[in-house]
């Protein structure tokens, strides 16, 4: 027997339950040396806005213990360059497709999520990255508020309708079950979970940040017990909304704590950076998984960290 | 572009400063072109993460040791560390060949080659083809003292006229490359320049292939965590052509070093940011290939 892999994001039924992560693959373009991707549960693209951004200045990213920062600046070539070029290209190779919006205001995501709605039939979700500054809150991120995690959520759910919507939540925050809740009552399918972890770095020869941005998102492999925790803490609370756990995900193993958490569906980040086959082998690795602890389906997994006994 | 297991040919030094590693990596050693690059993962050590790239010295592709690529490095953190501990038989993970390399003359031409320090390392390897395509090929190697010229010898081989620079006056001229260039270019009768080495000399190879009108291709050394293309993090600032009545620092695109890169026409390049006064008449995007490094690693 060979392991049924399916999971269910709500309504929305994935093939496996292996993700490659927003940010850390494209649009699939420079993957496809590497990976099959129709082999993927989805691609998660990298996040568009609604006019091309041009990112930050470098240096970008430095390595830290188990890790590494980042401060990019969501550099892409917005939505309509993703509907006209890369979202034709990624339907006819079968993948399945979810957009990552970005936005500075919550007008900004709204016409995104509108030219998704009229230009982008195929694809499967949105995630909805609101780890950005809001430009109409001294550039706190929305992620950070309740009040601007519901008023984005609010607003792409109106535009996109029947699309599942998923908001990529910041584990930078006292309580993220306010934030997930909000998301939910604002119409949220179901929720990413985590963005990359509030860092800096200083060089001490030249006293300056290692980062242009002076801080950074922090990832790889050092999170993933924050992850963990988080994927944890909005299951228990939410327990019938799906999530997508990310941060840190590297390997089968890994992917396995996040769906004992709670996930229903994983997302493979920084790993794809360093093997960009990572997502095929941590998808082997849950079958194997799944055939030598006897589990039929990865539903039976999703949340069954037992907590006593 | 494949992910590969060579197996460890040789380990040596070049001087005090530099290791070499010789790898059994056919279908990379017989792909790859003068500026691309290798990513190497760097031991199971998950504590540093990221591959490492590194350009590529020399390859073989007759004889005994054909199908062999050799990388010459100096140690800068855990990872080259790891590296330099290698000796015959081990086995390392890479991916290659990655980036765009230089392009080489399509009719027969004076080349001037130009390496700073450990930046000479794609120079032996972009001088061993152009040579073999015929072309006439000048060198000026630069470094802080003598014994982090890489290799001069060798160089003094390839090269019809070796010129050698030293900030201390260890070897060589003392002085940096920049000071000897317009005179070798006009003595050389020079039609292009091809550098690797850190950002302030090709910043300044630039400005003087711009003056002296002969084209110019750098290649630079980024931190980079990905390689191929999708983590945005190696980016060089250039100049791209400027719509009508847009300020001159909006006319700015990061290209990515690892897949548009590492080589990019030098005059295209912002080296100080967007007040850069090199960007007159640019024409074509900029070629490009590859000469990458190890990241100035956490820590040490």
Same mark, same amino acid.
């Given at each position: 027997?060979?392991?049924?892999?399916?999971?269910?994001?709500?309504?929305?039924?994935?093939?496996?339950?292996?993700?490659?992560?927003?940010?850390?693959?494209?649009?699939?373009?420079?993957?496809?040396?590497?990976?099959?991707?129709? &082999?993927?549960?989805?691609?998660?693209?990298?996040?568009?806005?609604?006019?091309?951004?041009?990112? &930050?200045?470098? +240096?970008?990213?430095?390595?830290? +213990?188990?890790?590494?920062?980042?401060?990019?600046?969501?550099?892409n070539?917005?939505?309509?360059?993703?509907?006209?070029?890369?979202?034709?290209?990624?339907?006819?190779?079968?993948?399945?497709?979810?957009?990552?919006?970005?936005?500075?205001?919550?007008?900004e995501?709204?016409?995104?999520?509108?030219?998704?709605?009229?230009?982008?039939?195929?694809?499967?979700?949105?995630?909805?990255?609101?780890?950005?500054?809001?430009l109409?809150?001294?550039?706190?991120m929305?992620?950070?508020?309740?009040?601007?995690?519901?008023?984005?959520?609010?607003?792409? &759910?109106?535009?996109?309708?029947?699309? +599942?919507?998923?908001?990529?939540?910041?584990?930078?925050?006292?309580?993220?079950?306010?934030?997930?809740?909000?998301?939910?009552?604002?119409?949220?399918?179901?929720?990413?979970?985590?963005?990359?972890?509030?860092?800096?770095?200083?060089?001490?020869?030249?006293?300056?940040?290692?980062?242009?941005?002076?801080?950074?998102?922090?990832?790889?492999?050092?999170?993933? +017990?924050?992850?963990?925790?988080?994927?944890?803490?909005?299951?228990?609370?939410?327990?019938?909304?799906?999530?997508?756990?990310?941060?840190?995900?590297?390997?089968?193993?890994?992917a396995?704590?996040?769906?004992?958490?709670?996930?229903?569906?994983?997302?493979?980040?920084?790993?794809?950076?360093?093997?960009?086959?990572?997502?095929?082998?941590?998808?082997?690795?849950?079958?194997?998984?799944?055939?030598?602890? %006897?589990v039929?389906?990865?539903?039976?997994?999703?949340? %069954?960290?037992k907590?006593?006994? | $572009?494949?992910v590969?297991?060579?197996?460890?040919?040789?380990?040596?030094?070049?001087?005090?400063?530099?290791?070499?590693?010789?790898?059994?990596?056919?279908?990379?050693?017989?792909? @790859?072109?003068?500026?691309?690059?290798?990513?190497?993962?760097?031991?199971k !050590?998950?504590?540093?993460?990221?591959?490492?790239?590194?350009?590529?010295?020399?390859?073989?592709?007759?004889?005994?040791?054909?199908?062999?690529?050799?990388?010459v490095? !100096? @140690?800068?953190?855990?990872?080259?560390?790891?590296?330099?501990?290698l000796?015959?038989?081990?086995?390392? !993970?890479?991916?290659?060949?990655?980036?765009?390399?230089?392009?080489?003359?399509? #009719?027969?031409?004076?080349?001037?080659? @130009?390496?700073?320090?450990?930046?000479?390392?794609?120079?032996f390897?972009?001088?061993?083809?152009l040579?073999?395509?015929?072309?006439?090929?000048?060198?000026?190697?630069?470094?802080?003292?003598a014994?982090l010229?890489?290799?001069?010898?060798?160089? #003094?081989?390839?090269?019809?006229?070796?010129?050698?620079?030293?900030?201390?006056?260890?070897?060589?001229?003392?002085?940096?490359?920049?000071?000897?260039?317009?005179e070798?270019?006009?003595?050389?009768?020079? =039609?292009?320049?091809?550098?690797?080495?850190p950002?302030?000399m090709?910043?300044?190879?630039?400005? @003087?292939?711009?003056?002296?009108?002969?084209?110019?291709?750098?290649? /630079?050394?980024?931190?980079?965590?990905?390689?191929?293309?999708?983590? $945005?993090?190696?980016v $060089?600032?250039?100049?791209?052509?400027?719509?009508?009545?847009?300020?001159?620092?909006d006319? /700015? /695109?990061?290209? #990515?070093?690892c897949?548009?890169?590492?080589?990019?026409?030098?005059?295209?390049?912002?080296?100080?940011?967007?007040?850069?006064?090199? !960007?007159?008449?640019?024409?074509?995007?900029?070629?490009?290939?590859?000469?990458?490094? =190890?990241?100035?690693?956490?820590?040490?």
């Open positions: 027997m060979s392991a049924n892999l399916t999971t269910t994001l709500g309504a929305l039924e994935l093939s496996n339950p292996v993700l490659v992560a927003s940010g850390t693959f494209g649009a699939g373009r420079e993957g496809t040396a590497f990976v099959d991707l129709s &082999k993927l549960g989805g691609i998660i693209v990298k996040s568009m806005t609604l006019v091309p951004w041009k990112g &930050k200045p470098t +240096p970008r990213m430095c390595e830290t +213990p188990s890790g590494m920062l980042n401060a990019i600046g969501i550099q070539k917005g939505v309509d360059h993703f509907i006209a070029e890369d979202l034709p290209w990624l339907l006819k190779r079968r993948a399945t497709v979810f957009a990552s919006i970005a936005g500075n205001t919550v007008d995501f709204v016409k995104v999520a509108d030219k998704l709605r009229t230009g982008g039939r195929g694809i499967a979700a949105v995630e909805v990255n609101i780890s950005c500054p809001n109409e809150d001294r550039n706190n929305f992620a950070h508020s309740v009040e601007a995690t519901g008023a984005v959520v609010r607003g792409v &759910k109106a535009a996109l309708k029947r699309v +599942p919507v998923f908001p990529k939540l910041s584990p930078n925050v006292t309580s993220l079950t306010d934030i997930a809740g909000a998301a939910i009552d604002a119409g949220a399918d179901g929720l990413s979970l985590i963005n990359t972890v509030f860092g800096m770095a200083i060089d001490v020869e030249t006293r300056r940040p290692k980062l242009a941005g002076t801080t950074g998102g922090l990832s790889g492999p050092a999170i993933r +017990p924050i992850a963990v925790r988080a994927i944890h803490d909005v299951h228990r609370e939410f327990p019938h909304v799906p999530l997508i756990g990310q941060g840190g995900i590297s390997t089968a193993a890994d396995l704590e996040s769906i004992l958490a709670g996930a229903s569906a994983v997302a493979v980040g920084t790993a794809n950076f360093i093997d960009p086959r990572a997502s095929m082998e941590v998808t082997s690795g849950i079958a194997a998984y799944m055939e030598r602890h %006897g039929e389906s990865v539903g039976e997994l999703v949340g %069954g960290v907590l006593e006994g | $572009m494949i590969s297991h060579g197996e460890v040919l040789t380990h040596k030094k070049y001087g005090e400063a530099y290791h070499s590693l010789t790898i059994v990596a056919p279908e990379i050693g017989e792909s @790859i072109k003068p500026g691309q690059f290798v990513n190497i993962k760097c031991g !050590d998950r504590s540093y993460i990221l591959r490492r790239p590194f350009s590529v010295y020399r390859v073989h592709k007759r004889g005994g040791w054909a199908s062999t690529l050799e990388i490095f !100096d @140690i800068r953190g855990p990872g080259s560390e790891y590296l330099s501990q000796r015959s038989h081990a086995i390392v !993970d890479l991916i290659g060949p990655l980036g765009r390399g230089f392009q080489l003359p399509k #009719r027969r031409a004076h080349c001037l080659l @130009i390496g700073g320090g450990i930046g000479a390392t794609p120079i390897f972009l001088a061993d083809e040579r073999n395509e015929g072309h006439r090929v000048d060198v000026i190697l630069g470094a802080r003292n014994g010229l890489l290799n001069p010898i060798e160089m #003094r081989r390839l090269a019809s006229v070796s010129l050698t620079t030293t900030d201390d006056g260890s070897a060589g001229d003392k002085g940096i490359v920049t000071d000897v260039l317009a070798t270019i006009e003595r050389c009768g020079t =039609e292009i320049i091809y550098a690797c080495g950002h302030p090709l910043a300044a190879v630039s400005r @003087i292939a711009v003056e002296k009108k002969v084209p110019v291709q750098v290649a /630079v050394e980024e931190l980079m965590a990905c390689g191929y293309g999708v983590c $945005m993090t190696c $060089m600032p250039m100049r791209r052509k400027r719509k009508r009545d847009e300020p001159p620092e006319a /700015v /695109v990061y290209a #990515r070093s897949t548009e890169g590492p080589v990019f026409n030098g005059a295209h390049v912002i080296w100080n940011g967007a007040t850069d006064p090199v !960007d007159e008449e640019r024409s074509e995007p900029a070629p490009a290939a590859a000469g990458a490094r =190890e990241h100035a690693p956490p820590g040490n």
